[in-house]
T-cell receptor
């Protein structure tokens, strides 16, 4: 089955700096890669996703890159703000049955220092 | 529009007892998923319902776990008897279509003493 590894487990950055979180996956059949943000006391919320036919996707201060050959994908947050502090999870799935059975990474606790 | 709601938010029980977690998906979402996060590790898939039918329960850890979705609306996840290793946060998620965005609830934290 799929295995997703996520690094780092914790990340502290100064407000305004960039943050990068990296994930690798094992199943070459995976073709959907979402990123979730979980704030304290809340459930994970989708912030951006990318499909395997695209190498990069950007949404304001957030971008995701995908390298299918190396089987890794990364989340980039620019101009970080204190409200970006949260746990971020990467995930992977393939469209077997088009269902959203996601395999998650272990999470990254991002702290943005004011 | 109400999001995915889960109850209880936190449950503390002793080993051997029974706990039932409930999930109310977003109205109209036929797809309902259960996930759990144990000991700060990754969030793991447990099972997937389409309406009242179990489509995939390959992630259910053992037969102490029973999930139901009577009538295709809300779902329950029963753990009986609970063991220490069942402690964690149980998330429910729903989507309108199989390949659609997953919307997660806030989770039910289970502590087994």
């Amino acid at each position: 089955g799929e295995n997703v590894e996520q690094h780092p487990s914790t990340l502290s950055v100064q407000e305004g700096d960039s943050a990068v979180i990296k994930c690798t996956y094992s199943d070459s059949a995976s073709n959907y890669f979402p990123w979730y943000k979980q704030e304290l006391g809340k459930g994970p919320q989708l912030i951006i996703d990318i499909r395997s036919n695209v190498g990069e996707k950007k949404d304001q201060r957030i971008a995701v890159t995908l390298n299918k050959t190396a089987k890794h994908f990364s989340l980039h947050i620019t101009e970080t703000q204190p409200e970006d502090s949260a746990v971020y999870f990467c995930a992977a799935s393939h469209h077997a049955g088009s269902a959203r059975q996601l395999t998650f990474g272990s999470g990254t606790q991002l702290t943005v220092l004011p | 529009e109400a999001g995915v709601t889960q109850f209880p938010s936190h449950s503390v029980i002793e080993k051997g007892q029974t706990v039932t977690l409930r999930c109310d998906p977003i109205s109209g979402h036929d797809n309902l998923y259960w996930y759990r996060r144990v000991m700060g590790k990754e969030i793991k898939f447990l099972l997937h319902f389409v309406k009242e039918s179990k489509q995939d329960e390959s992630g259910m850890p053992n037969n102490r776990f029973l999930a139901e979705r009577t009538g295709g609306t809300y779902s329950t996840l029963k753990v009986q008897p609970a063991e220490l290793e069942d402690s964690g946060v149980y998330f429910c998620a729903s989507s309108q279509v199989r390949s659609g965005e997953l919307f997660f609830g806030e989770g039910s934290r289970l502590t087994v003493l």
